[in-house]
């Protein structure tokens, strides 16, 4: 295939959906790891073109969803000092914090903007040498190679006034958290293409051992799930836990090595805490010692704020895959894209989001939805 919306052709997607229908004998229960399958499988109805025994559940693989409120609240209190200019990706904006938003801190005269690249944000910082210039480093291992870069170039170039709000989480150990919860009913993965397209498999045969579980590499588009689907339910009922790559244009086994390597150089493994989840040991990075200097926590010494998140929102449980976003009581009620109580709402990578977006109406007469 050549073009993109090859990877979306009907009868392609029907003769997987036969060759998947054929194949269950029994009810499965397979993660999609990442907000941008969910979105994908949400968008294109696949959930309901599958076979009942086949159940999708949405992992947590948003980067804004899994952004602790802590994070969010240290990145406010640093937005708002006046010799501040807060970069940042444009939906992060809009994250609820325990008392306000980035957008509400820019109108109350907060100067944050919006950037494309963290090298933006690095520009930025040369342009304006008599002020503090922050950049808000979310995300997996996907985002994290150009914020490393960013960081590296601040400390070659010397451009003292640059700092990075790291938080940053990885994949593979969020999986094994959520193989060990006692309430864990996931069966088998879809990891995420665009993590393993820098990070490689490597990381993935010892999760498929240990918790004997399928691991299936898969692109976003709906040819691209649905195949990462049939392997892994051929794989489910003939008793195998491999790790399988059906992302083949994208993903090589050792992933992109120049940008691990600039990612170990900058980075260090931490323990993160994730949002609705907890903390998870060993499940993000942190900067290494040797670019502590560039650490905007140290810097405006936010270390110390902590913060409980809210009793309302469930999305630690959708985030888990243990209730569907339409179950949570607030779900388009009091929260909706335009208003919402947590982050899975806030992203469009977020399952709320996605269900408001995708499935509202049929929610609706269902009577499960406002
Ligand atoms: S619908 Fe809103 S309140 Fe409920 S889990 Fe999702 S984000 Fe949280």
Redesign the pocket.
């Known amino acids: 295939m050549k073009y993109l919306d090859e990877f979306s052709d009907p009868e392609l997607a029907g003769k997987l959906l036969d060759q998947i229908r054929a194949l269950a004998t029994r009810r499965w229960a397979i993660m999609e790891v990442c907000g941008g399958q969910t979105h994908s499988i949400i968008r294109h109805g696949i959930d309901q073109l599958l076979p009942q025994q086949i159940e999708m559940i949405h992992g947590p693989g948003c980067p804004v969803c899994v952004t602790p409120l802590e994070i969010i609240d240290k990145a406010l209190e640093i937005a708002a000092r006046p010799d501040v200019i807060f970069c940042s990706f444009g939906d992060m904006l809009r994250v609820p914090g325990s008392s306000s938003d980035l957008f509400r801190i820019k109108s109350a005269g907060g100067d944050v903007r919006v950037v494309y690249s963290p090298l933006d944000a690095l520009t930025i910082a040369k342009e304006n040498p008599g002020r503090q210039v922050v950049f808000f480093g979310i995300g997996f291992e996907t985002t994290a190679p150009a914020n490393a870069m960013t960081v590296y170039q601040a400390n070659r170039l010397g451009i003292e006034n640059f700092s990075l709000l790291v938080s940053h989480v990885l994949v593979p150990p969020a999986m094994a958290a959520i193989m060990d919860s006692p309430e864990c009913r996931v069966q088998a993965f879809l990891a995420a293409g665009h993590v393993c397209s820098v990070m490689g498999t490597s990381e993935y045969p010892a999760l498929a051992e240990k918790y004997k579980v399928p691991i299936v590499v898969t692109g976003f588009e709906p040819l691209d799930l649905l195949e990462g689907i049939r392997k892994t339910v051929l794989q489910l009922e003939s008793g195998r836990y491999e790790v399988e790559n059906a992302y083949a244009r994208a993903v090589t086994a050792q992933g992109n090595t120049a940008a691990k390597a600039m990612l170990e150089d900058v980075f260090a493994v931490s323990d993160r805490t994730w949002r609705g989840i907890g903390s998870i040991p060993d499940s993000g990075w942190q900067l290494a010692p040797k670019y502590a200097y560039f650490d905007a926590e140290e810097r405006f010494s936010v270390t110390d704020i902590h913060t409980d998140e809210s009793s309302?929102?469930?999305?630690g449980?959708?985030l888990q895959g243990l209730i569907k976003?339409h179950e949570?009581s607030?779900?388009?009620k009091?929260?909706t894209p335009r208003n919402?109580?947590?982050?899975?709402?806030v992203s469009s990578e977020?399952a709320?989001a996605a269900y408001y977006l995708y499935r509202r109406l049929e929610l609706q007469e269902a009577g499960h939805a406002g």
């Open positions: 309302v929102c469930r999305s449980e959708v976003p949570c607030a779900f388009g009091e929260c919402p109580l947590g982050a899975t709402m977020g709320c």
